[in-house]
């Protein structure tokens, strides 16, 4: 089961969908406590790819941003942010203060500078990747000793985004 915030035009959704098919490209989604078959027409397609699908019975045209920064359906076009509840926080491989990155993608938000204090758990940044919000965080408590990216860059798995120095050390 995944455990997603679906937000769509300023509106926000919690969706849990069962990460095996009920039936042949038909998954069962729970939206609010509400039960819905959604079948798309490939299992192996990519969002771009889809461009019809049925949910409970009903055909729905669909476009997809292939960055799933929006979706066009019934002649309209709604901005679109999908978030995974079971990985909102990802932690560094080390635990001796640095802060690398778990999987490749974009920093979005940085919430602390070099030379501030922090404690351990502390917001560190935010980096994006298939547009789930990964919320990176200190994992130690101490002096931020470097910030070496900035909202807006890309990130390899592994790279080193920021540093701590922490406390007695």
Same mark, same amino acid.
């Given at each position: 089961? +995944? ?8 509106k ?6 069962d990460?095996?098919?009920?039936? !042949? ?7 609010? &406590? ?20 049925? =949910? ?16 066009? +359906?019934? &002649?309209?076009?709604?901005? =679109?942010? =999908?978030?995974?509840?079971?990985? +909102?926080v990802a ?13 490749? &993608? ?12 922090? !404690? ?12 789930? !919000? ?8 101490? +002096?931020?000793?470097?910030?070496? =990216? ?17 406390? &007695? !050390?």
């Amino acid at each position: 089961m +995944t455990n997603l915030a679906v937000t769509l035009n300023e509106k926000t959704w919690y969706v849990n969908v069962d990460t095996a098919p009920v039936a !042949e490209n038909t998954w069962t989604l729970q939206v609010e &406590g509400e039960t819905l078959n959604v079948r798309v027409p490939f299992s192996n397609t990519t969002a771009e790819q889809i461009e019809w699908m049925i =949910v409970n019975n009903h055909p729905f045209e669909i476009v997809f941003d292939p960055e799933l920064r929006w979706i066009q +359906t019934r &002649g309209r076009t709604h901005r =679109v942010q =999908v978030r995974d509840l079971d990985v +909102t926080v990802a932690r560094p491989h080390s635990r001796d203060g640095r802060i690398k990155a778990p999987i490749p &993608g974009q920093i979005t938000r940085v919430f602390v500078e070099a030379g501030q204090t922090i !404690e351990a758990g502390a917001p560190i940044m935010i980096l994006e990747a298939m547009k789930m !919000e990964n919320h990176l965080v200190a994992p130690v408590r101490g +002096t931020v000793s470097s910030v070496n =990216v900035a909202p807006g860059a890309r990130v390899n798995l592994n790279q080193v985004l920021a540093e701590v120095q922490a406390d &007695g !050390e």
